[in-house]
């Protein structure tokens, strides 16, 4: 079940990930940022609140539990990480190829994977061990592929804004295991719909500062901002396919570094719309990365069952 819940997160991701591409295009990122952070709050808002009143019951699948102190703090930490690598991330995929930052988030649940033996001690099979590797092999072949577009890893400034938003994005998959393990285990015992409700709202509160402080005083200077009803389905699709993912985690059996090298699957989504929308070049070159991203996730699968 877990393991489904993975791959139905994964495909979500892969249009979370076009439409956010294609609402950044020649766009301002901090607004677009804080109305992705605004829209998701807004959809979870009612659930906090039918909660709170009876209307959604304890026990159901989308109530979300009494705010308590002792728990939020640790939501709270959980929204600055995610915001952290949310803001450099969509940097990166303004001013990159979705071609080039798919396969390289794809990559991202290696460093998952190593905090998880480190920090969980979840044990990867032979079929598990294959997957990771060749999924790094991907991400040196990805790098020769870039240099045929210009984009030098070692000298590029928004590859190393893609590779910050990846740790940041690793060390929050590992966090929300550690959120959602029971107390028995090492864990909090937090409710998925707890965490996904709340660190929304948070991520808004503090975006909203930030626009305020940051981007309103320039915002003559700089690329102004367009409305595209695109950026509404940024945050339908990352709600959806988080809540998939907080909702796989809370079965006891999953591992986070299984979990987290599935949802990079959302890679095959986004690269063949950057190929058929976007327009990109050296498709032929990245297509056999994409291969080895695609040949990984089925090791990973045959290891899981």
Partial sequence: MWLSLAFLSAALLGFYDVFKKYSLRDNAVIPVLFLNTLFCSLIFLPFILLSATGGIQPGSLFHVPAWVWEEQRWVMLKAVIVLSSWLFGYFAIKHLPITIVGPINATRPVMTLVGALLVFGEQLNGWQWAGVSIAIASFYLLSRSGKKEGI??????????????????????????????????????????????????????????????????????????????????????????????????????????????????????????????????????????????????????????
């Fill in 152 to 305: 030098r890893f070692a000298h590029n400034r928004w590859i190393y804004f893609l590779i910050a938003a990846a740790l940041l994005g690793a060390a929050s998959g590992l966090y929300d295991k550690f959120l959602m393990t029971p107390l028995a285990n090492g864990g909090r015992g937090l409710a998925n719909m707890t965490v996904q409700s709340w660190y929304n709202l948070y991520q808004c509160l503090i975006m909203g500062i930030i626009l305020l402080l940051v981007w309103l005083p320039v915002r003559q200077r700089t690329t102004p901002f367009r409305w595209r009803w695109s950026i509404v389905c940024i945050s339908l699709f990352i709600c959806l396919a988080d809540f998939a993912y907080f909702y796989a985690l809370t079965d006891a059996e999953a591992m986070i570094s299984v979990v987290s090298m599935v949802r990079r699957g959302s890679v095959l989504v986004s690269f063949f719309f950057g190929a058929m929308i976007f327009a990109e070049k050296n498709l032929r070159s990245k297509v056999v990365d994409l291969s080895l991203v695609a040949l990984s996730m089925f090791c990973l699968w045959m290891g899981s069952h």
